[in-house]
C-alpha cells in the first residue's frame, strides 16, 4: 500500500491506494482512485521512501468515472440503487466508499455513454456530482 498526498503540503490528507511492486520504488495501481487525480487503475507509478507517490512513470489508459451523492439529498439512496445497478449491469470494476461515493474503472475502450445519460439528470436534479478522470 502507498499514499497519495492530498492536501499540498498542508494539513497531511492522504489517499491510500492499493498496488502491485514491481520494483523497490515502482508499484502498479492496483484499487480505483477516488479523490486522486492523474491516476488509475493500472498505471505505474514512483514513491519516495516515505511511501509517498511521486509521479506516474506510465498510463495504462484505464479511467475514472467518479460520483458523489449529495448526503443529504432527499433522492440520495433512489440513485445509489440506480447507480448500482447500472454499474453491475455493465460488469465494470466498481467501488462504493461510505455509500456516498462510487468509483468505475473505464478501461481502454470503454464506452460511458451509458454512466452519462443515467448521470447528467441526476446531475442537474442536484442528486450527485461527477466526473471523469484519466
Known amino acids: 500500500m502507498i499514499h497519495a498526498n492530498l492536501s499540498n503540503g498542508q494539513d ?4 491510500q491506494l ?3 511492486q514491481l520494483t523497490e520504488d515502482t508499484f502498479e495501481v492496483a484499487c480505483l482512485p477516488f479523490f486522486t487525480y492523474g491516476i488509475c487503475y493500472r498505471d505505474v507509478v514512483t514513491i519516495d521512501r516515505n511511501h509517498l507517490l511521486t509521479k506516474v512513470v506510465r498510463k495504462s489508459g484505464h479511467r475514472t468515472l467518479r460520483v458523489a451523492l449529495v448526503l443529504k439529498h432527499a433522492d440520495r439512496n433512489q440513485a445509489h440503487e ?9 460488469g465494470l470494476p466498481h467501488e462504493w466508499l461510505q455509500g ?11 464506452d460511458e455513454g451509458p454512466f452519462i445519460e443515467a448521470l447528467e439528470p441526476l446531475a442537474h436534479a442536484g442528486v450527485l456530482h461527477w466526473e471523469i478522470d484519466s
Open 12 to 15: 497531511g490528507w492522504r489517499e
Open 82 to 90: 440506480l447507480l448500482h445497478g447500472k454499474v453491475v449491469d455493465t
Open 100 to 110: 456516498t461515493y462510487l468509483a468505475v474503472d473505464l478501461p481502454p475502450g470503454a
Open 18 to 20: 492499493w498496488t502491485h
